[in-house]
Nanobody
Framework: QVQLVESGGGLMQAGRSLRLSCAAS????????MRWYRQPPGKQRELVGA???????TYSDFVKDRFTISRDGAKSTVYLHMNSLKPEDTGVYYC???????????????WGQGTQVTVSV
C-alpha cells in the first residue's frame, strides 16, 4: 500500500519559521494531489492547503502569504513552509495524499500519522 510520513514538527516561538515534510512511499503509480491539514486543540481538522501534480497550489485564507507548499517530485516528498508563525497555528499537522496505486484503480486518500506543531508567544 501507501505510507505517508510527516516530520519536522516541534515547539517554536511566534514569528519564527518551520518546515514540515511529508514523504510518500509504497505502491504509488500517480500522486494526483497532496494536501496539508491541521487540527488545533479541541477543534476539527481543517484544510491548510494543497498542491497538484501540475504544481498548482491553493491555500486557506488563514495561512495565505505565510505558508507555502512545495513538492520534490523525484522524492515524492511534499513540504509545508510555515513563516511568521502564530500561536493559533498550534495543532497536529497531517499530510493527505490523493494517490493512484494502479492503472485500473481510482485515486484513493491516504493519511499520515500527523506531527505536532506548537507555537508559543
Amino acid at each position: 500500500q501507501v505510507q505517508l510520513v510527516e516530520s519536522g514538527g516541534g515547539l517554536m516561538q511566534a514569528g519564527r519559521s518551520l518546515r514540515l515534510s511529508c514523504a510518500a512511499s509504497g505502491s504509488i503509480l500517480e500522486i494526483v494531489a497532496m494536501r496539508w491539514y491541521r487540527q488545533p486543540p479541541g477543534k476539527q481538522r481543517e484544510l491548510v492547503g494543497a498542491i497538484t501534480s501540475g504544481e498548482g497550489t491553493t491555500y486557506s485564507d488563514f495561512v495565505k502569504d505565510r505558508f507555502t507548499i512545495s513538492r520534490d517530485g523525484a522524492k515524492s516528498t511534499v513540504y509545508l513552509h510555515m513563516n511568521s508563525l502564530k500561536p493559533e497555528d498550534t495543532g497536529v499537522y497531517y499530510c493527505n495524499g490523493l494517490i493512484r496505486t494502479g492503472w485500473s484503480s481510482l485515486p484513493q486518500n491516504f493519511w499520515g500519522q500527523g506531527t505536532q506543531v506548537t507555537v508559543s508567544v
